[in-house]
T-cell receptor
Framework: QKEVEQDPGPLSVPEGAIVSLNCTYS??????FMWYRQYSRKGPELLMY????GNKEDGRFTAQVDKSSKYISLFIRDSQPSDSATYLC??????????FGTGTRLTVIP | DAGITQSPRHKVTETGTPVTLRCHQT?????MYWYRQDPGHGLRLIHY???????DKGEVSDGYSVSRSKTEDFLLTLESATSSQTSVYFC???????????FGEGSWLTVV
């Protein structure tokens, strides 16, 4: 079983829709969770991070962790065409590495 | 912009030839990383460095070597390129261990 798994999509939604992106992880000891956004032919950029469980909100983005089910989610409200990108969940592996999901490609249609 | 420059950005090379990718940072970050990104596998760590001349292997290090002779430069070398090393390579940096990792723009390598 991979340390973190992510539905690759692709996911296509109309502008203004609420988007839900999800990952599952295998190790209940993981405490720190990240979401990266990667535009086409660009490097990943950190979008949000959360520690332990609960929600964290940043503008239109909300990161949620459910430790009981080992499930992490990223919600995007009022999605915009500029949100079209691949979204990667990531979990720290020791001090010097990250486990990455394979990414979900999102397209927001105007 | 995380102050990371990768070169070359695109390269096509033949099987069996050596290839060196360069990562240059202007942020004076201690930690530098090389990842590769492949469909179905996501990003995987090749090697990382925690200081000048201090490097260690990641999860997919076979066929790769690295060197860091200056804080700002981290080189990734494919000693004898193979088609399985066709990939997108990302350099990344972080200030301290466990801190946020920032990525460069990527180097597209095709081995024919």
């Amino acid at each position: 079983q991979k340390e973190v798994e992510q539905d690759p999509g692709p996911l296509s939604v109309p502008e203004g829709a609420i988007v839900s992106l999800n990952c599952t992880y295998s190790n209940s000891a993981f405490q720190y969770f990240m979401w990266y956004r990667q535009y086409s032919r660009k490097g990943p950029e950190l979008l949000m991070y959360t520690y332990s469980s609960g929600n964290k909100e940043d503008g239109r983005f909300t990161a949620q962790v459910d430790k009981s089910s080992k499930y992490i989610s990223l919600f995007i409200r009022d999605s915009q065409p500029s949100d079209s990108a691949t979204y990667l969940c990531a979990i720290p592996r020791g001090a010097n590495n990250l486990f990455f999901g394979t990414g979900t490609r999102l397209t927001v249609i105007p | 912009d995380a102050g990371i420059t990768q070169s070359p950005r695109h390269k096509v090379t033949e099987t069996g030839t050596p290839v060196t990718l360069r990562c240059h940072q202007t942020e004076n970050h201690r930690y530098m990383y090389w990842y590769r990104q492949d469909p179905g596998h996501g990003l995987r760590l090749i090697h990382y460095s925690y200081g000048v001349k201090d490097t260690d292997k990641g999860e997919v290090s076979d066929g790769y070597s690295v060197s860091r002779s200056k804080t700002e430069d981290f080189l990734l070398t494919l000693e004898s390129a193979t088609s399985s090393q066709t990939s997108v390579y990302f350099c990344a940096i972080s200030w301290t261990e466990g801190n946020t990792i920032y990525f460069g723009e990527g180097s597209w390598l095709t081995v024919v």
